[in-house]
């Protein structure tokens, strides 16, 4: 039974953001809207995911960390801190950036919440897990020879070491979010899903492009996911965040590998329509870095008492397209 949140103070980082907005909006579900959302808005258009959400206070992430720097207290406390502020540009080249912004910051935010003995749950990823060929077990045993394919991952992967390193988890929890899909992603441009880039293309042309395969072993289109619906995500998150003793990693996925056709298929069925694929070059620049198989062993999740039902692809899908992007929805707008 999922665990009411109506007491409890929640600080939530990156919270305008596409899995952010989703953690609020689940909150917001279990009877929490004394939230304190922080991020960087800057010039795109992500304030719109906060429109139908309940919340407290919004702050400037640079304005919240100069405040809690100078002053520990400024904010009072909060029983649970969510950290999901962060890059997640998988081409963001600037790598002084991402150390900053996704290591030091997540350091320094971790070491707070614990000074004040507040919950820590933060955002780490599977790309930390490269191209999969030292496993993708969330397990800390062997973290140190995971190799990451772009400084994102790196990025993610410099605080998991770091909060292993200083025994940090066994006091937090990470989360490694696999492919996350759903409403709320319009904001990020190209870092869009295939799903929400596939609907428009669909829309235009009725039809799909996605990328050859440059390996043998896989076939175009046979290139494999684990493909998580957002609103699965923020019933993970929340159900970690509400679990004191379930620290460590843990892989958020849905434990299921499917192929882009699965998913191109689902598109096309959502919209009632028979499949019509391209198949195009992969961009040189991101080749030699491409995953061609992800899937999430979340044995742990299970073991920290997630017994909820993962929604399938198509479902989900379904979903997405036709209660989201047909009609111009974000979460929370359901009843609108």
């Known amino acids: ?19 952010g907005s989703a953690v609020v909006w689940q909150l917001n579900r279990l009877g929490c809207d004394d939230i304190l959302v922080t991020d960087m808005l800057g010039t795109c258009d992500k304030w719109v995911n906060l429109r139908a959400l309940r919340f407290d206070d919004y702050l400037e992430a640079d304005e919240f960390m100069e405040r809690l720097r100078a ?31 996704n290591y030091g910051y997540t350091r320094d935010l971790a070491e707070w919440a614990l000074r004040r003995e507040a919950r820590f749950v933060y955002a780490s990823s599977a790309a930390t897990y490269g191209d999969g060929s030292s496993g993708m077990e ?7 020879r ?7 991952g790196y990025s993610k992967h410099l605080f998991d070491l770091h909060a292993r390193r200083r025994g940090m ?12 899909f759903g409403p709320n992603e319009g904001h990020k ?9 596939g609907y428009e293309q669909i829309r235009a042309t009725g039809r799909i492009s996605l990328f050859k395969s440059h390996r043998p072993e896989y076939g175009d289109g046979q290139q494999a996911r684990d493909f998580l ?40 069925a959502a919209l009632g329509r028979a499949p019509a694929i391209d198949f195009v070059e992969m961009p040189e620049a ?35 397209v036709k209660n989201y992007l047909v009609p111009g929805r974000l979460l929370g707008d359901e009843g609108a």
């Open 286 to 320: 991101i080749r030699e870095r491409y995953q061609y198989f992800t899937r999430a062993g979340i044995a742990r999740l299970r073991g920290a008492g997630y017994g909820a039902a993962v929604t399938s692809l198509e479902e989900a899908v379904g979903d997405y």
């Open 1 to 19: 039974m999922a665990k009411d949140w109506s007491d409890k103070r929640v600080l939530v980082t990156g919270g305008a953001g596409f899995i």
């Open 71 to 101: 002053k520990p207290s400024a904010f009072g406390r909060f029983d649970t801190v969510i950290h999901l502020g962060a890059c997640s540009s998988t081409t963001e080249r600037d790598a002084a950036f991402l150390a900053r912004n």
């Open 189 to 197: 441009g190209d870092m869009r899903s295939v799903v929400a880039k």
């Open 146 to 152: 995971l190799r990451p394919l772009n400084m994102y």
């Open 229 to 268: 619906y957002v609103k699965d995500a923020a019933a993970m998150t929340v159900h970690l965040a509400g679990r004191s003793r379930a620290n460590g990693l843990f892989n958020l996925g849905s434990g299921t590998a499917r192929t882009w056709l699965d998913l191109a298929g689902a598109i096309f």
């Open 169 to 180: 988890l066994r006091r937090i929890a990470g989360l490694k979010y696999f492919n996350v």
């Open 138 to 144: 969330d397990a800390l045993e062997g973290l140190e």
